[in-house]
């Protein structure tokens, strides 16, 4: 049974950083468990031009400076000329559709995606990714798996882009990564933890509640089966979301799991309960950096078999997993 | 177009009016609009006893001393004696079974009811009807339909005994009503209108939460169906469960919808924008008199149609579609 464990250079495909004091409070918090990051471009107003990402570039890079952190930058997706989307190429990791325009009806949600053939036929030239959330507009449980169509012909329109579909949640989501090659996907530690029977099983509990919403046991066993299997398109991508607590606990909580300050500890404990502990760096940087090309960084996190009583609070945020005792420990912590 | 409506004896067959300062403040928003209730005996400790029964419904009959209104009183389920049943007959409408025993495994769920044979004869025999809870300990979602076999088994073994299934959410347990006889069913306002999207689709919303989570959009539209059809076996029980807004906007936030001050208005809204008024009654009153066999009472309760905005607030209680304008209003109110 190994005591210690280096992870080399692990990455965190999926988070959110927000802006201004949230961004100086829980830029440290991933910065100081992980090599990089790939940063969601969802601020208000959204990262969508050259200049407004290289500004949010700088303020990461100022929030993160005592640490070796990389932010992979993603630009929002919107109607981008051929000059942007190669002006932009070498300084971003992709570019983030949020499909608004999805309707339930998934042929609605690709004639509207069919709308950018010009740009998405030029993201594939240029090898741009495109990282997906994927849910239509549906009944909340059925968005994932309605949205599943236009992965598929996306994923055959344009059979040299790579396309991520960020934080799955369904069985079904899982399932499709082998059925076509440039399909690759995220997965969260929550998703790989918890049901819907946790965020509303007992009490509801909204620190919980993200979207996509966490779906049935099967689908949960399905991605953990993937992950601890270390599928070679499956990258770990946190979704960690900070909203503060008066966001959460209120007539109308705000979507978002904050697990940036114990994700690495949680990860390592999740994937030893299961055995398959050499199968975390898979998870949890090396698929990344062949998906995405990425250089060689050499930080190191070193784990060691050591309890540790999870923090329940960071700020004024209540962390994911907080308060549970876990056998493992980021060294230095 | 009736601009009048006069309900005969309205009445919600199932409703939690909790005790003490909670008794007192809401007691009369039900006691204003309904002719009686069946009150539910989950307090702390449960109301088990004839004694408890007794002193209970004094504290219901005095905080609602002003009101024309019977409050139907139940026992919590528990092995009574044959002279206990005997004794609290004529003074109760039903015993209210929550399962505590029934896990995901159905056939288990019946193994620990079978337990209760003697008893459950002895009701049988002397007409005192099964209020019950119906979810079984699996996934939030499954509760339900994991339940209709031990429903199936009750109905059967015990073919006289008159069976609530309370608080019905699912097609499957509606379509029940027409397999078994014995077999009757509340469902509640809020169960009429919402799913979970309403609940977890956009932002969380607490004060939409309850057990058993509201379901699928076939699933409301089918009580909705059997509701506004006037189903013979299907009665009007609305659940209202008030809890402080500090318990819903929490983290772990309490079960439970409170409509009790917009229910009656609600109903005449929801049936007439669907053409069925007239089968309002029955939904309301009639069927629950015909199952219950209960006497006959001459409170009336007149609605016209005259927009109202809602309530929003009852004390420190979120009310459920608090805030709508609607197209009737009780007269007088």
Redesign the interface.
């Known amino acids: 049974m190994a005591d210690f464990l280096t992870l080399f250079a692990p990455l965190d495909m999926h988070l959110h950083l927000r802006d201004d004091g949230m961004l100086r409070a829980v830029g440290p918090a991933s910065a100081a468990d992980f090599a990089g990051a790939v940063i969601m471009p969802n601020l208000v107003p959204p990262v969508d031009s050259l200049a407004a990402m290289r500004a949010y570039r700088d303020r990461i890079e100022a929030a993160t400076a005592d640490y070796d952190f990389t932010p992979f930058m993603t630009l929002f997706f919107r109607d981008y000329s051929d000059a942007e989307l190669a002006a932009a190429r070498d300084e971003i990791i992709g570019i983030k559709l949020y499909p608004a325009g999805v309707t339930t009806n998934s042929e609605a949600g690709v004639k509207e995606i069919s709308g950018y053939d010009r740009q998405l036929s030029a993201m594939q030239e240029l090898d741009i990714p495109l990282l997906v959330h994927g849910e239509s507009h549906g ?3 059925d968005r994932e798996q309605e949205f599943l169509a236009v992965y598929r012909t996306l994923a055959k329109r344009y059979p040299r882009l790579r396309i991520v579909m960020e934080h799955i949640t369904t069985a079904a989501a899982a399932a499709l990564l082998d059925e076509f090659e440039n399909l690759y996907a995220t997965v969260t530690l929550h998703h790989l933890i918890i ?3 946790d ?9 919980l ?1 993200c979207k996509p ?1 966490a779906k ?2 099967e689908d949960r066993d399905a991605l953990l089966a993937a992950a601890l299997g270390a599928h070679p398109k499956l990258m770990f991508g946190s979704d960690s979301a900070p909203h503060p607590r008066s966001k ?8 978002g799991v904050f697990s940036a300050p114990t994700a690495v500890p949680l990860l390592a404990d999740l994937f030893d309960r299961n055995g398959a502990l050499a199968s975390l760096q898979a998870f949890i940087g090396d698929n990344a950096r062949h998906i995405y090309r990425l250089p060689e960084q050499d930080k190191t996190v070193r784990l060691v078999r050591k309890p540790q009583t999870l923090i329940a609070e960071f700020a004024d945020l ?1 962390v994911f997993g907080g308060g549970e005792t876990i056998a493992w420990s980021v060294e230095g912590a």
């Open positions: 009944f909340v449980l049901t819907l029977n965020v509303a099983g007992g009490l509801l509990q909204p620190h509640f919403i049935r046991p959460k606990e209120a007539c109308g909580c705000a979507a209540v």
